[in-house]
Structure formats: C-alpha cells, structure tokens
C-alpha cells in the first residue's frame, strides 16, 4: 500500500498558526501611535522570524521530499538534466502510452478472431487470451497514470519549493520596511523633542521675566527640574495625528501667561477677568503637571 500521509500537514498548521498570530498583531497597527506602534512594530519583526523560521524548515523537508520523488521517478525510467528538470518527458509518456495502443490493438484482434470463429474450444482459446490481454492494458494503463501524477507532483512540488523561497523573501523584505518605519519614526521623534526643547526654552525665558513669577521659589526649582523632563520621550510622541502632550502643555501654559500679562497690563483679562489669583494657580498647576 502507498504512503499517502501528508509530510507537510503538521509544519502547514503551525505556519497558519503564525499567520493568524501576525494577522491580529497587524490590524492593531492602525490604531496605534509612539511607543505602542514601537513595541507593535517589533513584535511583527519577530513574529516574521519565526515564519521565516519555519518556512526554512519547510524548504528542507521539501529538498528532502523533492530528492525522494526524484529517485522513484528515475527508477521508472526518467531522466533529469543537472538544474532537476526532466529531460525525457514526452518520449517516455510516449513510450507508455505505445505500450497501452500496441496491446488494446493485440487485443482489439483477439476479439475480431472471437467474433469470426464457430469453433468452441479456439473461441474459449481466444476469450483466455483476451482476458489477460485486458489485464495487461489495465496496468500499463494504471502505469502511465502514475507515470503523469507523479511527474506532475514533481513538477509541483519544484513549484511550491520556489513559492517558499519567495515568501522568504517577501517576509524578510517586509522587516526592512518595518526597520525604516521605525527609523523614520525615531527621526520624527527627536526632530519634534528639538522642537518642543526649544518651545519650552522660549517659554521658560518668558516667564522668568515675569517678576511676580521670579519671587515664587517653588517655580524656581520647577524651573530647574525643566531639563531634565524635557528629556523624557515619551512625553512628546504625537498621538493620532494631534500635538504631544508636551508641546500640548506648552501652549496652554503660554496663553496662560499672556492671561496673566493682559491682567498686569489692563486689570482683566478674557478668562480670568481681574482674577489673577486663579490665573497663577492654573499656571503653577499646569507647570507641576507638565514636570510630573
């Protein structure tokens, strides 16, 4: 009895395993931003690994697969060039399917004879003959159709062999584009860190001046803790497309600011009215939070 079990089922399950685990991994990223589409962008590279992984060992069961048909298919007699490819294709489907036409042709002339004799014992001759004569293109029959399937398998399995590779390098060249999305994500990040440092250090310069401000020690070493906080990356990835919540901070701490200095200048101003009590607490509040 031929083997028919599948030599791929076990390692094709744990590829659609992968695929899936990739699959979900990769809808999330839409939905993502900084550090979160960092960490989900990594996680497709390594997922990708592990596919890459496991088509490799695909490939070499598949080599292995590929020389075993190979040997089966010389011992029915094909021959194969040095790149695997098979170099007597049509001579020897030929060659059996002359085999099947000379005996249905024997047989044919058997049956012609049956048909013509009187005689008992030639015709039960004959029809014993013809029997066996039916029996023989019945497995030279069998033997060309197995001949062509397992010629086609191989042929097949050639072609799966060069999907794989392919896939390997499709995968490996999507690693790339996720490594540039990473680089270009990083450039994008320090480029706005220097933007939002230079915000804060125009804002910090404005504020000093304030001498109301300046009398405030606490503001003071909120001050001093300024450079070290504008370090924090985290704290000015851009989030769906908006500001950072640094740069976000920033902003409302200098229109704050302008509130305050509207009041100094003209007694009211559009939010606080004459309430600049309520307008430095803000502004203290707002420079906590920012530092926290």
């Known amino acids: 009895m031929e083997d028919t079990r599948d030599i791929y089922h076990d390692i094709n399950i744990e ?14 990223q839409d939905r993502l931003y900084g550090k979160q589409l960092l960490d989900n962008l990594n996680k497709q590279s390594k997922i990708l690994d592990q596919h890459k992984a496991k088509l490799e060992e695909k490939y070499e069961l598949q080599k292995q697969d590929l020389a075993s048909q ?6 029915l007699g094909v021959a194969f060039d040095k790149y695997g490819n098979i170099s007597n294709y049509m001579d020897i489907l030929v ?27 030639i015709k039960k001759q004959i029809a014993d003959e013809a029997e066996k004569l039916n029996k023989q293109i019945k497995q030279y029959e069998d033997e060309y159709k197995n001949l062509e399937d397992k010629i086609k398998n191989y042929d097949g399995l050639r072609e799966d062999m060069e999907d794989v590779v392919d896939q390997i390098e499709e ?8 490594n540039i999305k990473k680089f270009r994500m990083e450039v994008e990040i320090r480029l706005d860190m220097g933007e939002a440092e230079r915000d804060w250090n125009k804002f910090r310069r404005e504020v000093l001046e304030h001498t109301d401000i300046i009398k405030d020690t606490n503001f003071q070493e909120i001050f001093s803790d300024a450079t070290q906080g504008i370090r924090d990356i985290t704290s000015y990835f851009n989030v769906r497309g908006s500001k950072g919540s640094l740069q976000t901070l920033t902003e409302q701490l200098m229109d704050t600011r302008a509130e305050i200095e509207a009041i100094d200048k003209t007694g009211s101003s559009a939010i606080y009215g004459d309430n600049k009590a309520q307008a430095m607490e803000d502004l203290q509040n707002d420079l906590k939070e920012l530092m926290g």
Do not use: G, H
Not at 15 to 20: E, G, K, P, S
Not at 70 to 75: A, H, P, S, V, Y
Not at 99 to 121: F, G, H, M, R
């Open 15 to 28: 590829l659609q395993q992968i695929d899936r685990r990739l699959d979900r991994v990769q809808k999330k």
């Open 70 to 75: 190979q040997q089966t298919l010389k011992n």
């Open 95 to 121: 060659n059996k399917q002359a085999q099947v036409n000379a005996k249905t042709k024997e047989y044919n002339s058997l049956i012609d004879a049956y048909n013509i004799s009187t005689d008992k014992e």
């Open 171 to 178: 995968e490996t060249q999507k690693q790339i584009e996720i």
